[in-house]
Structures are given as structure tokens and as C-alpha cells.
């Protein structure tokens, strides 16, 4: 069932008897070898810190939140589990399901400079204008004449996690047919979305000018991706940066999607390890049963609606204890490129698909984390 | 024949092939013999291969230009030439002018004809000017009626037209051509424009789905075309690689479409307008009231409208523009600040060449990068807070090498901020570099630390005089301030004891600390600002008993600026009578009359280390140095010791033995005299300010 070789990837699932004993066994063996730093002592001196901010500019502001990010624990060591929240429930469900099961590139933002949310429909104008310009470069183009292609700028109303955050908005690209039939808006060719989402540690740092939306999700061609981004950049001075995910990250994501809890289970948790050898790489690829990693989860989990980084770390360690125990290799030696689970599943490229749309907000939640985390 | 030849030729080489191309014109083809042919080709390989690596200056495009159309060689050499008439910077409007005016004499091919008109839509943007091509437009818009020239003499219009060039005649041979030729894309796109500029002239109906209306006249040229747009960028111009190749197909995808990591300088009219409605292309042209960006040249013409200049779209355009830091320096914009900073730290995280394993072929770029930055932190005598917080997270990773002038002229332009907030960010990470490197890194850190206590010295005695303390952003108190201040320098003392222990008590070493503490003894004095800190034992005594007399020097030069800051504080001390928050302490005092007793102990009484310094008397025995007490002044010390031979050698040449001890009395002031004669001016000061010379030994 297992071959691990160069090129193939080693694919096997869990057979659900090793479940009851395994699980037993590994959490013994990780009780005593789990090492998690507490809490470093520097957080001790943000009450000093706070001093600085009276009457402090938004650009210091701006300083001092990135001298805390760089000095302390680069993440906070535990995060709320993903929540069903109250303001998701007017979201229009169709847009939802429209921007659920795609694969989404992820990218940063910085703050947009004069975005106004009464002016979607010149911008629409505007930024089709550009793209024909772009696509007949040297040549005149009208703002509101018409192109083969339909630009639409939309609210997203209600996808945010508190009041303050600022509403996201989604770009589509759709090709008009050349027909004047009766199905004259195409297909769509590009889409993308910006949003924010518990996204005060940013929201503070900026004056009314700015309008915060750290993250960006594209699907499409990149070439579109870079001519859309481009419009963006000149027009509001912000600036798209692509946001990997590094392993780290993806296994918080791994054990706070397995810690959600789902009426039924839509996919199998899978891990994608990779090891950097040549002259081809070998990827292992690691399947569970999700009751099995829910089972895993709840073993190791101890904070009530939390997940600290301890738990992390132990959940992890058992999947790699195990995976040694039979098949004598290290995992915690290779990188982490891939987590999937009924949640969610993320790539390290910074790729992402999210499959349930009770945990939409939450997911958002911790990717606008990682945005932020990127600009500061 | 002189006539004929060029006055200037291009700089980047190929100039006696020019010249030879020149003569040749004149000499026309009536003597062609195949050693001629082997030459002429040497001589366009030449030039093909400078146009490509370099361009060509505007001279050399002129002469080109000439043999080219006059089709003296022959379609297939004018051909070859025309493909390498590739612009170094820009193209000059003349040529271009005497270049149509050869089209009219007829002596060159419709293939060439063809060709040059291609040339000249790709090359458009790059010529200086087009009021006197356009004077010519009645001739272009003739050649229309030549099939093969018109789809590339349309685009050379469509580039052109103003206005004032639609014409009611013109618009009528435009429909006639239409009705002849057919619905032709190219006519298309001109009589579109004619519409556009003067929609009552034309009553037909165009069609409204856009096209591709000319072919690409560029593809000859495309590489060459993107180097030339990236060296008229630069605010040097500078040998370029040229892109060739799909090895660069990522960065230009991670770059998205911009040539440059600093964005052009475009006005902003888009977000502001964008708001009204019913904009049209008219609309922005004409539009009027503020002042545009691109118009912006003069130091005078900033102040006229620095009232309604338009910012930038991308704040990160002005880094390159002198005059648009002058408006950002005085700007109380918070949100200018705040674009310029979010721009700046993220280019300067994507383009970090030390975040990425495989991609050191971009170093260039990012060093040119960081030079811009740093360029624009000198003359806004100012650091970006930016740079500051990309040192936070790349200093951890940096290697100590990549671009390490730049990283390290950054580190002297950190803002002011406290000491020990910033320590563990980045000086400690500084530091592990610093041990572990070689003398010479950090004799550069130690330079940097100099520039940065400079920069945050000038910023605070600014700081103190043009506003009331308290406002002070960091710092709520002066006394805060010049805490950090003095943290850094006793940092500075720590690190330098600690690489003189490591690197053996190097002298080079020990002249770029002494470098240091010249800034750090004048502080009180030349900044205004209330503080003095002395240098750590571990460098006074090092540079007290050092071997090198330049050393000694500096180090008597370093204390006489302690003792006349320290006069000078004491004075006003007194003066002010009340005590304030910024009377030294006496320790400060005691510390430096306590070295300034060893001083003149070792230089001038020979009695060194009378209080604090045990020495075992056997150990000297053994030594033998038992009068260790006596052997130690101006003429024993280590590093005037030859001094002080060459003294008696020079004055008593007659002497067979050199006796040292001689140098005493009368000669002790004549040797002191010869001592100052050769150089030795920071000991002049120092036994000027320090010694009573009623004291002779």
C-alpha cells in the first residue's frame, strides 16, 4: 500500500482499528517529550509600550506595532476555534457559495489609499478602460466605452468579523459574448476578492484615508491577476504581496480545522509532506479518516474553545510518532506543503479551497492574521 | 569630404566604425571591391553589436539615419542598419526631420521605406520632440496612398494627430480610402481618433467593438525597447544586460508590469476624479486647477504651486524626484507618510535578496535600490521608519555580506528612538555579526555607529531648538533622550572593549573606535545637549600604551575636548546656579581626572598608576624593569621612543652613543617643540590645556 519512492507519492489511509490503542500509546509516549516554551518573558514589558501610544501618529503607531510583532512570539500562542459567527448570517448565500469550493491564490494588501465604497460602478468603468488599454497598449481608450469584456465591483455584505471591519468587496471579470444573444454576460474569466476580517490590530494603525483589506484572493489567470493588481497599485498606492503559508502556519491551520466541529465529514484529512531530495523530489502524503483526527484532536485538546500552540505541537507529534512507529521515517525532518480537511485545505504556495462554509469567517479569520502579520 | 564627417560619436565604443561609415557614404558605391564589402561588414557588426548591448548616442543615430535612407549601400545594408537603430537615451527630432526629408528624394526602397516606418512608431516615445514631425503631417498623411506604406503611416498618425490636424479634407480622403480599400482596421483606428477629436466631421458609423488595429511594429524591437525604457528610468545610466530569454519569465511575473521596483512618477488624477461623474479622455486631458507632476522641473516652480501640486498616485515614485522629497520633507500629511511607508516596507521585503535562496541575480537591482533609498535619507538628513522595520526582521538573517555597505548605511540613518527598545531588535543581532566577523566589518560598524550617534545628535539638537521638549513624539522628557543617547555609547564602549580584546589590541581597530569617541567627547559642546560620557578603561588604557603614535595623539586630542566640555559645563553650571535635571554627576568628574592623572603619569611625571595598580616587585625584577617608575614619559613611551632618538640624532649628530635620559631641563622643551613639529597637535592641545608648565620634571 505504501511505496515510498522517488516521484510517487506514498499514499495510504488509517484503517480504523489502529484507532482505539494507537492513540492511547501515542499520547503516552508524547506527554513526557512535550517541551512548549511558556510564555516568554517579554511580554512582560508591553505596559511600557503603551505609554508610547498617547499621542502618538498613526506611523508610529505603525512602528510600535511592528517592534511588538518582531520581539515577541511571532504568533499569539492560542487562537479561538473557528466559530459559527452571528454577522456571517446576512451574507448573501449565493455569493457565499460562489466563493466556496475555488481555489483561491492568497495575497496581501496593504492599506488602499482614498478607496470609496460609493464609487464601485466608475471604478468598474475605470478598471475595464485599463485592462482594454493594457490589452491594445498604444492605443486611445475611452473610460465607459464599450469592450469585449465586463468589469463588476460588488459589496460583500456582512463578511466581516466585528463592526469594524471594513466590508469586502469582489471583483469579476466577465467576458461578453461576441453574439448579441440572450446570454450576453460570458462566462466569467476573473474573479477577486478583498477582505478583512478581526482585522483590528491593523484597523488601529491607520488614519480615515485608508481603507484596510490585508487580504486578497484571486482566481484566474495571473496574467489578469498582475494587470488587475497593477490598476489597484496605481490607483489606491497600495501594494499586493503574494502570501505563502510556511509549515508552521499550516500546521495551526491543520489542528484548528480538525478541532471544528461538522455534522458530516466531507473529505479526508490528508497531509502532503515533502523532501527535498534529487534529483526528484518525494512527497509523502499522509490520509486519515477525519473521525480519526477528530478523535486524535480531542485527546490532546484540553482548553475549552481554544487551541494553543502546546496542543498544536502535541497533535502533530503524534501524527509524526505514529507515521515512524510504522514506517520508520522522520516526518518532522521533512516540510509540511499541504494540509486538506472537510474545513478547508491550504497549499505553502499560498493556494487555498474552502469547503465549509460554517467555518468561512473563521478560516478568513486566520488568513487575515497572516496578511497582517506580512505587511506589518 | 570634412563635411561628411561626424563631430560627435557615440560614447559606448564603435567610434572609428562610425566614422569609417561617414567616409564611405561620401565615397558612395562607386568603388565596391570585396575587401571594401568585408569591411563595411565588420563595421555594422560593430555598430549592431554597441547598439544592442548600449544604444546609440544621438550623434550616432543621426549619421546612421543618413546612410540608411540615402540607400547608398543598398536596401540590405539600409535594412540592417535601421533594425540596429536602437537609442542609448533618446533620439534627437531632427534626425528624424532630415531622415523624411531623404523618403522624398526617392533613392531608397519601399522595403526600407516600410521599415523606417516602423522604426519610428516603435521608437516614437523616445524622440525629444514632435512639434516639428508634426509640421510634417501633411507629408505622412500623402503617403498614405502608397498600399503598402498605409497601415504603418496610419499608426505613425494615430500617434500624432492633434486636434488641430483634422481636417475636413483630410477626413474626406480618409472615407475615400475606406470606400477603396475596404473596411481596413488600421483606417479604422485613424478615422476613430478623427471622430473622437471632431465627432461632427464624421457622420459614419464606426464600428464600436474594439480590435487589434495595427500589427505590432514593435516586435523587431521589443528587448531592445524595454532596456532603453529601464536606462532612461535610472537616475544613472549604467551598462544593462539586456533581457533576453525566458530565464527571466518569473521575476517580470513577480514584478507584475513594471519595469522598475520604484514606480513612475503619475499624477493622481484617477482616485481623486474618478468621484464625478460622467469623466471622459477629454475630461482628464484638459483638466485644470492643480498642478500636474510630470510639469514639475524647477526648485522655483515646487514653490509657486506647492499649493496645488498633485501627489503622486504611488507615493513611492518620489524617492526618485528631488524636488517631490523637498515637498515631503515639510508635508504635515500624515497619510503621505504613512503611503511612503506601507510602499517602502513591502518593496523592501519582496525584493530582499537575502529572503530568497535561488534569486542572487537580482542583487544588483536590490543594491541599486537600497543606494536610492539611502540617497534620499541623506538629503532629507532624515530616516524612513520603514527601513527601520525591515532591519527588524531581515537583520536576523542577514549574512553580514550581501550588500553590506548599504545594510550598514541604513543602520546610521534608524530614527531616533529609545535605546533599549530598539537594542534587542537590532543591535544585539548587530552585535553576533560583529564578534564573529573580520576586523574589517567591524571597523564598518563601527563607522556606521559613529554616522548614526551623528544623525540622532544633529536630529535632537534640532529637535530641542525648534520645539518645546515635551512634544517630542518618543521621548516625553530631554532627559529620556539623552539617556538613550548615552545607552548607545556606553553599547558602542561595550562592543568596542570586547572586539579590542578580539582582535588583539589591533591599531586599526583602535582608530576607528578613538573615531568614535571624538564625536562622543564633543557632544556637550558642538550639539548643545547636555551630556558626557567618557570610554571605557579597556580603550583608554589600550590607546594610552599603544605602540602607534597616531593613536597616542588622537587619544590626548580626545581628552582635551573632555576637559573643554567639561569646563564648559561646570560653568554654566555655576552660572545657572539652580540645579538642574542635567548636572553631571561627579562621578563623571572623578573618572575623567582619574585619567588624567594616569595621562600625565605616563607622559609627562613618569610616576604611571600611582594609585590602583599593584604590581608585584618580583614580577619586575624579573622583568627588569625594576625602575619600571621612572621609565615612562613622552621619551620612554613605546610609541615615541624613536622619536624621541631621532630628536637627539638630529640635534647632537656628533654624539656617538643616543642617551635617552639626556632629554631633560632645556632639552625636554626643545624635544617637546620637536614633537609638535611633527604633528603631534592633539598632545600640543592636550599639554597646552592639561599641564602647567611650571612643573618641569
Known sequence: MLRVGPGLAADFIFCPVVRSFSLQYLCLETMDSCDTPESTPRQRASSRLKDYFIGATP????????????????????????????????????????LLHKQWTLYSLTPLYKFSYTNLKEYSKLLGAFIAAEKQKGLAVEVGEDFNIKVIFSALLGMKGTQRDPEAFLVQILSKSQLPSE????????????CCIFGDSLLETVSEDFTC????????????TAMIGTWFQKTFDCYFSPLAINAYNLSWMAAMWTACKMDHYMATTEFLWSVPCSPQRLDISYAIHPEDAKALWDSVHKTPGEVTQEEVDLFMDCLYSHFHRHFKIHLSATRLVRVSTSVASAHTDGKIKILCHKYLIGVLAYLTELAIFQIE | MRRARPAHLNPGGGVGTLEALGTRRVLGPTKTSRSKDKTLEKHLKTVENVAWKNGLAPEGIDVLLNVALSGKFGSAVSTQILKCMIPATLISEDSVVKAVSWLCVG?????????????LVAMFDFIDHKEQINLLYGFFFASLQDDALCPYVCHLLYLLTKKENVKPFRVRKLLDLQAKM?????????????????????????PVRRKIYFKNSENLWKTALLAVRQRNQRPSPEPLKLMLGPANARPVKRKWNSHSVIPVLNSSSCSKECGKKGMSLSDYLSSNGSFPLEQLKSFPQLLQNIHCLELPSQMGAVLNNSLLLHYINCVKDESVLLRLYHWLSQTLQEECIWYKVDNYEHGKEFTNFLDTIIRAECFLQEGFYSCEAFMYKSLPLWDGLCCRSQFLQLVSWIPFSSFSEVKPLLFDHLAQLFFTSTIYFKCSVLQSLKELLQNWLLCLSVDIHVKPVMNSPLETTLGGSMNSVSELIRYVGWLSTTA????????????????????????????????????????FYSALLSLDSSILNQLCYIMHRYRTNLTAAKKNELVQKTKSEFNFSNKTYQEFNHYLTAMVGCLWTSKPFQKGLYIDPEVLEKAGVAQYKSSLNLVYHPALLSYAASFLLQEWPEERTVNLSSIRGKKWNWYLDYLFSEGFQGLKLFIRSSIHRSSVP
Open chain 1, 59 to 98: 506611523l508610529q503607531k505603525r512602528l510600535e506595532s511592528v517592534r511588538r510583532q518582531t520581539s515577541f512570539v511571532p504568533t499569539p500562542p492560542r487562537r479561538k476555534i473557528p466559530q459559527c459567527s452571528q454577522l456571517q448570517e446576512d451574507v448573501d448565500p449565493q455569493k457565499v457559495a460562489f
Open chain 1, 183 to 194: 446570454n450576453r454576460e460570458g462566462k466569467v474569466l476573473w474573479t477577486g476578492w478583498f
Open chain 1, 213 to 224: 483589506l490585508p487580504l486578497f484572493l484571486a482566481n484566474g489567470a495571473e496574467t489578469n
Open chain 2, 107 to 119: 533613392r531608397c526602397s519601399g522595403n526600407t521605406k516600410v521599415l523606417f516606418y516602423r522604426w
Open chain 2, 182 to 206: 475596404g473596411m481596413q482596421p488600421h483606417l479604422q483606428a485613424l478615422l476613430s481618433l478623427y471622430k473622437f477629436f471632431a465627432p461632427a466631421l464624421i457622420s459614419v458609423s464606426l
Open chain 2, 500 to 539: 579590542m580584546r578580539l582582535e588583539s589590541n589591533s591599531t586599526f581597530l583602535l582608530h576607528f573606535i578613538l573615531d568614535f569617541y571624538e564625536k562622543v567627547c564633543d557632544v556637550y559642546i558642538s550639539y548643545n545637549l547636555p551630556l558626557v560620557v567618557l570610554f571605557p578603561p579597556g580603550i
